[in-house]
T-cell receptor, first 113, second 113 residues
Framework: GAVVSQHPSWVICKSGTSVKIECRSL??????MFWYRQFPKQSLMLMAT?????????EQGVEKDKFLINHASLTLSTLTVTSAHPEDSSFYIC?????????FGPGTRLTVL | GENVEQHPSTLSVQEGDSAVIKCTYS??????FPWYKQELGKRPQLIID?????GEKKDQRIAVTLNKTAKHFSLHITETQPEDSAVYFC????????????FGQGTILTVHP
C-alpha cells in the first residue's frame, strides 16, 4: 500500500514555542491531506483538511491561527502549532487518500512542558 | 455534521470467542465505512471497509455488515486471538475513501488466552 510519513515522530518543547510537523506522501501524490489529533485514550478528531495550493479548511472549534497548515506541494503538508501550551500536548496524525483507502502517517507525539 | 456512535467502549472475550462491535451514524449521505485497528502509540491500520452499495463483506476472520436503513454497521471478529487485542475504531465518510473521516469513540478489545 501507499506510504505516508511524518516527521518528527516525537517532540518535546517549552511552553510558548512553535513546533512544525511534516506529513509526506512518499509514493503517491495527494491533493488533499487530513490532520487529526488524538488525546490519550480518546478517538481521532479531525482538525483540518489540507488542500494543495489553497487554504486549509478547519473544523469547528479549531483555531486556524494557532494551527497553521501549509500544503505547498502534492506530497507535503505541514502543521505548525504556534505558541504551544501544555494543553496542546497530544498525538497528531496526518492521512492522505491513495488508491482505495486513506493511509495514515505514524503520528507525532507532542509534549509541551 | 456527521456523528458516529460506537459501542461497547470495552470488550473482553476469551480466545476463540467471537467479538462484535457496533456503530451508528447520523448522516444518510455517508457512503464509506472503514474499520481501523490501533495499537498503543501506533497509526490506525485499516482492517476492513464497506461501501454503501454493499450489505456485507468478509475477509477471513473479519466481517462487516451495513444496514443503511437503520444507519448502523458492525464489525464481527471470529475465532479471536490474543493478537487481536487493540483499540478498534469505526468511521464514516460522505466522500470516497479520500474524504474526511468521522470516527467513533473506539472499543478496547481484550482477548484473554
Amino acid at each position: 500500500g501507499a506510504v505516508v510519513s511524518q516527521h518528527p515522530s516525537w517532540v518535546i518543547c517549552k511552553s510558548g514555542t512553535s513546533v512544525k510537523i511534516e506529513c509526506r506522501s512518499l509514493d503517491f501524490q495527494a491533493t488533499t491531506m487530513f490532520w487529526y489529533r488524538q488525546f490519550p485514550k480518546q478517538s481521532l478528531m479531525l482538525m483540518a483538511t489540507s488542500n494543495e495550493g489553497s487554504k486549509a479548511t478547519y473544523e469547528q472549534g479549531v483555531e486556524k491561527d494557532k494551527f497553521l497548515i501549509n500544503h505547498a506541494s502534492l506530497t507535503l503538508s505541514t502543521l505548525t502549532v504556534t505558541s504551544a501550551h501544555p494543553e496542546d500536548s497530544s498525538f497528531y496524525i496526518c492521512s492522505a487518500g491513495g488508491g482505495s483507502e486513506q493511509f495514515f502517517g505514524p503520528g507525532t507525539r507532542l509534549t509541551v512542558l | 455534521g456527521e456523528n458516529v456512535e460506537q459501542h461497547p467502549s470495552t470488550l473482553s472475550v476469551q480466545e476463540g470467542d467471537s467479538a462484535v462491535i457496533k456503530c451508528t451514524y447520523s448522516d444518510s449521505a455517508s457512503n464509506y465505512f472503514p474499520w481501523y485497528k490501533q495499537e498503543l502509540g501506533k497509526r490506525p491500520q485499516l482492517i476492513i471497509d464497506i461501501r454503501s452499495n454493499v450489505g456485507e463483506k468478509k475477509d477471513q476472520r473479519i466481517a462487516v455488515t451495513l444496514n443503511k436503513t437503520a444507519k448502523h454497521f458492525s464489525l464481527h471478529i471470529t475465532e479471536t486471538q490474543p493478537e487481536d487485542s487493540a483499540v478498534y475504531f469505526c468511521a464514516a465518510s460522505t466522500g470516497t475513501s479520500y474524504g474526511k473521516l468521522t470516527f467513533g469513540q473506539g472499543t478496547i478489545l481484550t482477548v484473554h488466552p
